[in-house]
């Protein structure tokens, strides 16, 4: 057992010393493993035991105010994110469309992609928020595994990408996934000024489908390197975009499924 933990230990800090990105060592959160870690304990905890304990007795609180600062917010970091990344990545003289490499380049277009990738891996500490409010107004029947599970694992994962290979054939997921953030935290925002909007098909449907498209999108993103070897990037990290992509995939579209075509067989078409 003692050896085991000793090669843990040395892998451990043999992949800490050397591979992480000394541009981002400055940056809180972004060292050892175990705040991070300990965010998503604790998230899981109050999400499983100690929210539902909490608010079991208690009325569900409004939180109007408070979630339509927390939506606006949302708007705008999420599309500063998606916009000045987009600029510093794909739309810089140095970045390639096909296939970026691990490296640790420094330059201003770097500098600031760099800083925008933080933001994106605090956003997905923020988003843990929103399963806190389904708590707290008690709207437990929203917390589901696929809710739970994206947001945990969204969290471990930015931390990982952002520590070790920040400003790489990656960070497509990022700023795709912040501009459908925009749309459905606009969404939200909304509904707190038309909440007849909350019912409304047309909108839940069309959002579901923006989501799906964001997944394929990354599964052709990460699956066509994997599958003709073009790119100089690791082959398992490939690997796992493509099967996280194909994962969320398949469970959006088992809901989507569910929600929007088995149900709708079975209601009246809108007027």
Not at 68 to 74: A, F, L
Not at 145 to 154: I, Q, S
Not at 174 to 194: A, D, Q
Request: glycine letters at 4%; proline letters at 4%.
């Amino acid at each position: 057992m003692a050896l085991v933990l000793r090669t843990l230990y040395d892998y451990y800090t043999y992949l800490f010393r050397e591979y992480n990105d000394p541009r981002v060592e400055h940056f809180p959160l972004l060292g050892s493993p175990w705040p991070v870690l300990f965010v998503i304990l604790v998230y899981l905890k109050f999400v499983n035991d100690w929210g539902q304990k909490l608010m079991e007795h208690r009325k569900p609180f409004s939180l109007k105010t408070v979630m339509n600062i927390y939506n606006g917010v949302q708007i705008l970091f999420n599309l500063y994110i998606g916009m000045v990344g987009t600029l510093n990545s794909y739309f810089a003289e140095d970045y390639s469309w096909l296939c970026e490499p691990i490296n640790q380049k420094v330059t201003p277009s770097r500098n600031r992609l760099i800083f925008v990738t933080y933001l994106y891996f605090l956003s997905k500490i923020i988003d843990l928020l929103d399963t806190v409010f389904f708590i707290l107004r008690k709207k437990n029947n929203q917390i589901t595994f696929l809710h739970t599970y994206h947001h945990a694992g969204m969290v471990a994962a930015t931390y990982i990408f952002t520590k070790f290979i920040c400003g790489s054939h990656a960070t497509l997921l990022g700023l795709i996934n912040s501009f459908v953030h925009v749309i459905m935290y606009f969404y939200y925002f909304l509904t707190s000024f038309r909440p007849e909007l909350k019912n409304s098909f047309w909108w839940k449907k069309h959002i579901t489908q923006v989501q799906l498209f964001q997944f394929m999108i990354l599964m052709v993103h990460f699956g066509l390197p994997l599958l003709f070897g073009y790119c100089n990037y690791p082959t398992f990290l490939l690997f796992i975009g493509f099967s996280q992509n194909l994962f969320m995939f398949t469970l959006f579209a088992d809901f989507y499924v569910k929600a929007y075509i088995k149900t709708r067989k079975h209601k009246p078409t809108d007027g």
